[in-house]
């Protein structure tokens, strides 16, 4: 078995395991964002985590009205300066926890007095010590380069932590439902076995998403293109009607994730819009309407509330881009030119 097959599969007890363990930890920080009370948040992360980052984005934003920030680790690092963040709080995201340049962002934030909190799969790594709090998603070894359960994981941490500052029963009792949604969404990823050979030759791609699930349009973006070596974009559904729509011409594969919810009517419009032109619509819902417009339709979960949706509907595109690596005899679990800890300065 590939080592990428095992962590997919490993998906619903990681995220079991961290809601009961970090429960405590999520208690401690939730209180100390209280008492700090800060005007910002300001995420620094790189590649995958950095999908994890634009998941928190949406989250804070729309529940805890938070204006986020994607921090710029350049400004820190090549150009030596930092912006004003003493009031901020500064959330590093990090498989590996040991990319100096996330770490130089939350040491300078540190040094002005910002609230600063990491989330990685290593305790005892560099950005683990330099924040003052630090969740574990204790997810056991990530052997396969490409990251899946590390990235599941970061999103279950980030919508602990906001459930728990919100303290509200009803987010609590949706997410204690996570673990069972996403089990019941690998059982649905594994029909992709079946049809992933008619994409065998695609040479370009585009994945599109709304929302909450702007991040998952990156992250299935980023596992197609580092597995299977194809030229593809990630894009929110209202850029890529401002120019890239011109590309769509018959045959042209587009991802598109579109869960029930409030981005659905305009996913749904984009989708029809898509089947004018005759493209090839993949799509990942739990929305009748809009897997009824889909080539091949992905499913999730019916129900799930659509700020839990990312932890799932990214697994479809998990499952897509490793049996379409396999397809191509690529290496699935050590892709060409990388490593597993990227270390940027
Ligand atoms: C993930 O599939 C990639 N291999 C890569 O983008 C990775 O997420 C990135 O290097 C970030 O690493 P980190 O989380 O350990 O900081």
Same mark, same amino acid.
């Given at each position: 078995?590939?080592?990428?097959?095992?962590? /997919?599969?490993?998906?619903?007890?990681?995220?079991?395991?961290?809601?009961?363990?970090?429960?405590?930890?999520?208690?401690?920080?939730?209180?100390?964002?209280? *008492?700090?009370?800060?005007?910002?948040?300001?995420?620094?992360?790189?590649?995958?985590?950095?999908?994890?980052?634009?998941?928190?984005?949406?989250?804070?934003?729309?529940?805890?009205?938070?204006?986020?920030?994607?921090?710029?680790?350049?400004?820190?690092?090549?150009?030596?300066?930092?912006?004003?963040?003493?009031?901020?709080?500064?959330?590093?995201?990090?498989?590996?926890?040991?990319?100096?340049?996330?770490?130089?962002?939350?040491?300078?934030?540190?040094?002005?007095?910002?609230?600063?909190?990491?989330?990685?799969?290593?305790?005892?790594?560099?950005?683990?010590?330099?924040?003052?709090?630090?969740?574990?998603? !204790?997810?056991?070894?990530?052997?396969?380069?490409?990251?899946?359960?590390?990235?599941?994981?970061?999103?279950?941490?980030?919508?602990?932590?906001?459930?728990?500052? *919100?303290?509200?029963? +009803?987010?609590?009792?949706?997410?204690?439902?996570?673990?069972?949604?996403?089990?019941?969404?690998?059982?649905?990823?594994?029909?992709?076995?079946?049809?992933?050979?008619?994409?065998?030759?695609?040479?370009?791609?585009?994945?599109?998403?709304? @929302?909450?699930?702007?991040?998952?349009?990156?992250?299935?973006?980023?596992?197609?293109?580092?597995?299977?070596?194809?030229?593809?974009?990630?894009?929110? +559904?209202?850029?890529?009607?401002?120019?890239? &729509?011109?590309?769509?011409?018959?045959? &042209?594969?587009?991802?598109?994730?579109?869960?029930? @919810?409030?981005?659905?009517?305009?996913?749904? !419009?984009?989708? +029809?819009?898509?089947?004018?032109?005759?493209?090839?619509?993949?799509? /990942?819902?739990?929305?009748?309407?809009?897997?009824?417009?889909?080539?091949?339709?992905?499913?999730?979960?019916?129900?799930?509330?659509?700020?839990?949706?990312?932890?799932?509907?990214?697994?479809? @595109?998990?499952?897509?881009?490793?049996?379409?690596?396999?397809?191509?005899?690529?290496?699935?679990?050590?892709?060409?030119?990388?490593?597993?800890?990227?270390?940027?300065?």
């Amino acid at each position: 078995m590939l080592h990428i097959e095992r962590e /997919i599969a490993e998906q619903p007890e990681i995220i079991r395991h961290l809601l009961d363990r970090e429960r405590s930890m999520a208690q401690r920080i939730a209180n100390a964002i209280r *008492k700090f009370n800060p005007n910002f948040m300001y995420i620094a992360a790189r590649g995958t985590s950095d999908n994890a980052a634009r998941y928190a984005q949406y989250l804070f934003g729309i529940h805890a009205r938070m204006p986020v920030a994607l921090a710029t680790p350049s400004v820190h690092t090549l150009y030596e300066t930092s912006p004003h963040l003493s009031r901020g709080l500064v959330l590093a995201i990090s498989q590996s926890g040991k990319s100096e340049d996330v770490c130089r962002v939350v040491t300078d934030a540190r040094e002005q007095g910002a609230l600063t909190v990491s989330i990685t799969n290593d305790p005892n790594s560099p950005l683990a010590q330099a924040s003052e709090f630090h969740l574990n998603l !204790d997810t056991g070894p990530e052997i396969s380069v490409a990251a899946t359960k590390t990235y599941t994981a970061q999103l279950g941490a980030v919508a602990l932590l906001l459930t728990t500052l *919100k303290d509200s029963a +009803e987010l609590h009792a949706s997410l204690a439902g996570l673990p069972d949604a996403i089990r019941e969404t690998l059982i649905e990823s594994e029909a992709i076995h079946n049809w992933i050979e008619r994409y065998r030759y695609i040479e370009r791609f585009v994945t599109i998403g709304r @929302g909450y699930n702007y991040c998952t349009a990156f992250e299935i973006s980023l596992k197609i293109k580092e597995l299977c070596y194809i030229v593809g974009e990630g894009y929110s +559904e209202a850029d890529f009607r401002h120019g890239p &729509f011109a590309l769509i011409d018959p045959g &042209f594969p587009a991802i598109v994730v579109a869960p029930a @919810g409030k981005t659905q009517p305009v996913l749904k !419009d984009f989708l +029809e819009k898509l089947n004018e032109r005759q493209a090839e619509s993949l799509v /990942i819902s739990n929305d009748a309407d809009v897997l009824h417009l889909a080539r091949k339709p992905m499913r999730i979960p019916v129900g799930m509330p659509e700020w839990l949706t990312p932890i799932a509907a990214v697994i479809p @595109g998990q499952v897509f881009a490793m049996r379409l690596a396999t397809e191509k005899g690529h290496n699935v679990d050590q892709p060409r030119g990388l490593n597993k800890v990227t270390v940027t300065r």
